[in-house]
């Protein structure tokens, strides 16, 4: 049985490097395309005029470079996975979340304003896409409607709030990712780190499969987009690609149970929420701003850093938040 159990382990984890490396090659080789394609329709992106000032120059810029992620991700895990509940899950809340990200981009170029759908209209549709997740993940997968706090080995069984939970799981990714998306390459990058992290967690607490083919795919589209999407950008993910991130990264967050564990893995995406909302709590309180300007990463540029430095910098503290939360996970299922 050991030689059998060998080649399966082999073959599993044949079809989950193709897979991500079919992505990352299709997101490589379909982009330069996509991006005329994008610039003949005039489909840019629109800057805020109170943002810096050096974002400015960037109007124009082709955007809503998500829908190439999205396409990059499906065509390997349709062609290659067995397309199990856990795996389908995680797919359908990216998916779904790049639609209403889609609709959001579309309306802000349609407008030629950075005003895309209203807010009540976000929240509506992401606890729609929240109770699908919740539906896969307890009546599907059979996963308990419990969350698990890793750091002290303690089980909260949440019973019939759990909906309520998966939706600020959903928002919360989703919200935190859209933030971040504010330099050349900052989102993709540290979504890919993110996703590495959840590529070597459903790896070794036995999901080895589906479920790491899908987390592996994301993570190769995104190493993909970030051959365009580096400083300078020749392409914007657009909220299709930074909703849908978030909507995978939430999605894989409960599907392994991990979903409080996602502060520490996702850590700079948690910072970036965290500067923006002190901000808007210290104006509100006090009529004075901690930060030059929020999310924290226009603070730095306005610092004077330079837009590589940050990039580097925050992509440094992903990677070792990632790590660390890694090694909780690990430690938590060995326990």
């Known amino acids: 049985m050991a030689p059998l159990a060998v080649v399966a382990a082999h073959s599993i984890s044949g079809r989950i490097l193709i897979a991500g490396t079919a992505s ?5 080789f379909l982009s330069p395309k996509f991006i005329e394609f994008l610039r003949r329709r005039e489909f840019g992106q629109n800057i805020r005029e109170e943002g810096p000032q050096g974002h400015l120059r960037k109007a124009g810029t082709p955007t809503m470079g998500g829908i190439i992620i999205f396409v990059a ?6 062609v290659l996975s067995h397309r199990d509940w856990q795996a389908m899950g995680v797919f359908g809340v990216a998916v779904a979340c790049a639609l209403v990200g889609f609709l959001d981009d579309f309306m802000k170029i349609v407008r030629r304003r950075s005003l895309g759908l209203r807010a ?11 109770v699908g997740l919740w539906w896969v993940a307890t009546r599907k997968v059979g996963l308990p409607p419990t969350v698990r706090l890793r750091f002290v080995d303690v089980t909260i069984d949440l019973g019939p709030f759990y ?8 928002a919360g990714s989703t919200t935190a990712v859209n933030f971040t998306d504010g330099l050349d390459g ?19 607490s036995g999901n080895a499969g589906d479920l790491t083919m899908v987390a592996a795919c994301l993570v190769g589209a995104c190493i993909g987009f970030l051959w365009f999407n580096s400083f300078p950008a ?3 993910m657009g909220d299709t690609g930074s909703l849908g991130l978030g909507g995978a990264i939430a999605g894989l967050a409960v599907m392994t149970k991990t979903e409080v564990l996602l502060i520490l893995i996702g850590g700079v995406f948690v910072l970036e929420v965290l500067s923006v909302v002190a901000q808007v709590i210290s104006f509100q309180a006090v009529r004075r701003r901690i930060f030059l300007m929020a999310p924290i990463h226009h603070h730095f540029e306005l610092k004077g850093w330079s837009e590589t430095k940050i990039i580097l910098r925050l992509w440094i503290v992903a990677a070792a938040c990632a790590a660390i939360g890694f090694v909780v996970y690990q430690l938590s299922i060995r326990g």
């Open 186 to 204: 900052l989102a993709a990058g540290c979504a890919a780190i993110v996703l590495m992290a959840y590529v070597a967690i459903t790896f070794i």
């Open 163 to 170: 909906p309520i939970f998966i939706f600020l799981v959903v």
């Open 120 to 130: 009540r209209t976000k929240l509506l549709l992401t606890a729609v896409i929240a």
């Open 234 to 236: 020749s392409v914007f």
């Open 24 to 28: 990352l090659l299709m997101c490589v």
């Open 73 to 78: 991700i499906a065509v390997p895990i349709l």
